[in-house]
């Protein structure tokens, strides 16, 4: 781990680190891009960028990866590491380029810093920065090589058989491949990246939620539109739910992602509004490997017409013997679906939880939060909650530090 010899170091200017870790990731990005334009297409978000989250969530894994070498040196922030890698792997991120970002990235931080970065407070960040690439590098080549691809060949074209409006703003894409080879199998829970290209000729990234079990032929995502407000609308969720069309094909990476079903223990799904995408996953999973475990499916919605994918996720609950499910809408208990519906947002006082579950999570973050909170107060415990987050995650920073090593809880 960490070198005596870097360690004191590390502690004497983690302080100043941290607070300039976001100015410091701002201007990398800048220089990153100036350097490398080839990365603004098809390898980096730049809806994220705009939104500053992407430069917020590099910040805070590199404060809390540093802390913890120096806190806790004997155990690393796996969770932290694994959803990282993951990520990197849906966009087929090489080795070759973590060079690059470590020159763009100390660039920044002596553009920042200045002065105050000595040979001596380089070299120990130095040193940090490699001990965090490697245990990106090697995760990732796990990753690949478990796929028996490389970041190059993580693509493959598709064509769009179906396009299904589940809602106003909701549209799903079945996807079909469009020749004979093997489709690699995913695992619940996981996402694809989708690489579309523009109207202005960049491709974007985006991941997507796989919403149905593997079928050897198919892939399936829904979209929900992204309405800007006073923002600009989102780009890719618009332009494919009003300009791709059956027929159409798009380029998507192989599955990955890190939040994934433990189909061995009762369950309980939690979910609001777009955030149901990985759990319609997981049920169609349970559906078809024929489970009889206790299943509690969770949804909170505005109203019955925006929740999508309700006829899956109920036809699925209605095909488990020990499924059931309580829906929450906000508008008022208006309903037709043959399950338990409350007025307002989800209140878990009246729910009865299985024991020993593990619990999956998947909405706004003060949803989660709100709902991880509810259940630690039932006594849950925080390692049996996961929970995925439909952007940069910008929660870990706050919640590393309450974790049981090697487990991606919320
Ligand atoms: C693991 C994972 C799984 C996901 N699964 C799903 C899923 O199953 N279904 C789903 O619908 N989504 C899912 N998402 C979200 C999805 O990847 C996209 O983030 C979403 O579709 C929005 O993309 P967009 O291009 O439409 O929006 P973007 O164009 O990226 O915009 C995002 C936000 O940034 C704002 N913005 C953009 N440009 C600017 C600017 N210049 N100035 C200020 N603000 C700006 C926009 O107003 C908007 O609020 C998932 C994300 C992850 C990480
Ligand atoms: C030690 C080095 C690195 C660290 C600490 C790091 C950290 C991160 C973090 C925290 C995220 C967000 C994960 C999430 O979704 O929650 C991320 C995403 C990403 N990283 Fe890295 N990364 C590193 C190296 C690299 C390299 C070498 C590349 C290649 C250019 C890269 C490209 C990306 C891209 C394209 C994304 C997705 C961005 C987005 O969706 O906005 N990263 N990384």
């Given at each position: 781990?960490?070198?005596?010899?870097?360690?004191?170091?590390?502690?004497?200017?983690?302080?100043?680190?941290?607070?300039?870790?976001?100015?410091?990731?701002?201007?990398?990005?800048?220089?990153?891009?100036?350097?490398?334009?080839?990365?603004?297409?098809?390898?980096?978000?730049?809806?994220?960028?705009?939104?500053?989250?992407?430069?917020?969530?590099?910040?805070?894994?590199?404060a809390v990866f540093a802390s913890s070498l120096v806190?806790?040196?004997?155990?690393?922030?796996?969770?932290?590491?694994?959803?990282?890698?993951?990520?990197?792997?849906?966009?087929?991120?090489?080795?070759?380029?973590?060079?690059?970002?470590?020159?763009?990235?100390?660039?920044?931080?002596?553009?920042?810093?200045?002065?105050?970065?000595?040979?001596?407070?380089?070299?120990?960040?130095?040193?940090?920065?490699?001990?965090?690439?490697?245990?990106?590098?090697?995760?990732?080549?796990?990753?690949?090589?478990?796929?028996?691809?490389?970041?190059?060949?993580?693509?493959?074209?598709?064509?769009?058989?179906?396009?299904?409006?589940?809602?106003?703003?909701?549209?799903?894409?079945?996807?079909?491949?469009?020749?004979?080879?093997?489709?690699?199998?995913?695992?619940?829970?996981?996402?694809?990246?989708?690489?579309?290209?523009?109207?202005?000729?960049?491709?974007?990234?985006?991941?997507?939620?796989?919403?149905?079990?593997?079928?050897?032929?198919?892939?399936?995502?829904?979209?929900?539109?992204?309405?800007?407000?006073?923002?600009?609308?989102?780009?890719?969720?618009?332009?494919?739910?009003?300009?791709?069309?059956?027929?159409?094909?798009?380029?998507?990476?192989?599955?990955?992602?890190?939040?994934?079903?433990?189909?061995?223990?009762?369950?309980?799904?939690?979910?609001?509004?777009?955030?149901?995408?990985?759990?319609?996953?997981?049920?169609?999973?349970?559906?078809?490997?024929?489970?009889?475990?206790?299943?509690?499916?969770?949804?909170?919605?505005?109203?019955?017409?925006?929740?999508?994918?309700?006829?899956?996720?109920?036809?699925?609950?209605?095909?488990?013997?020990?499924?059931?499910?309580?829906?929450?809408?906000?508008?008022?208990?208006?309903?037709?679906?043959?399950?338990?519906?409350?007025?307002?947002?989800?209140?878990?006082?009246?729910?009865?939880?299985?024991?020993?579950?593990?619990?999956?999570?998947?909405?706004?973050?003060?949803?989660m939060q709100g709902i991880r909170s509810a259940l630690?107060?039932?006594?849950?415990?925080?390692?049996?909650?996961?929970?995925?987050?439909?952007?940069?995650?910008?929660?870990?920073?706050?919640?590393?530090?309450?974790?049981?090593?090697?487990?991606?809880?919320?």
């Open positions: 781990m960490l070198s005596d010899r870097s360690r004191p170091v590390i502690e004497a200017t983690l302080p100043a680190v941290a607070d300039n870790i976001e100015e410091i990731a701002t201007r990398f990005y800048d220089h990153l891009f100036g350097e490398h334009p080839e990365l603004l297409d098809g390898t980096f978000n730049r809806g994220n960028q705009a939104e500053k989250t992407q430069q917020m969530a590099l910040a805070a894994s590199v806190k806790t040196p004997e155990e690393l922030p796996e969770h932290l590491l694994s959803r990282i890698a993951h990520k990197h792997a849906s966009l087929g991120i090489a080795p070759e380029l973590y060079d690059v970002v470590h020159d763009n990235l100390f660039w920044a931080i002596v553009d920042v810093l200045g002065d105050a970065v000595t040979p001596e407070v380089a070299a120990a960040w130095d040193e940090v920065y490699w001990l965090m690439a490697f245990a990106l590098i090697n995760q990732e080549r796990g990753l690949y090589s478990a796929r028996g691809v490389r970041p190059d060949t993580v693509w493959r074209e598709w064509e769009v058989a179906e396009k299904i409006q589940e809602t106003d703003d909701v549209v799903t894409f079945r996807m079909r491949r469009t020749d004979d080879r093997l489709v690699r199998t995913s695992l619940p829970g996981q996402y694809v990246t989708v690489q579309v290209p523009m109207p202005d000729g960049v491709r974007q990234p985006r991941q997507y939620s796989l919403t149905r079990a593997d079928d050897a032929e198919h892939r399936q995502f829904s979209v929900k539109r992204v309405r800007g407000g006073d923002k600009p609308d989102g780009e890719v969720s618009n332009h494919l739910c009003e300009n791709v069309q059956v027929g159409d094909r798009l380029t998507l990476s192989l599955p990955f992602g890190d939040v994934v079903l433990d189909d061995s223990r009762p369950v309980v799904f939690a979910s609001a509004g777009i955030g149901v995408t990985p759990m319609a996953g997981m049920l169609s999973h349970l559906v078809e490997a024929g489970s009889h475990l206790p299943i509690t499916v969770l949804h909170a919605d505005l109203d019955e017409g925006s929740f999508a994918l309700r006829q899956q996720v109920l036809d699925d609950v209605a095909k488990l013997p020990g499924a059931s499910a309580h829906v929450w809408y906000e508008n008022g208990a208006h309903s037709t679906l043959p399950v338990d519906v409350h007025g307002g947002i989800m209140n878990l006082d009246d729910v009865k939880l299985p024991h020993d579950a593990g619990y999956y999570l998947c909405g706004p973050l003060p949803f630690i107060d039932r006594g849950v415990s925080p390692r049996d909650i996961q929970y995925e987050v439909f952007g940069p995650d910008l929660w870990q920073a706050d919640l590393v530090t309450e974790q049981a090593p090697g487990r991606h809880s919320a």
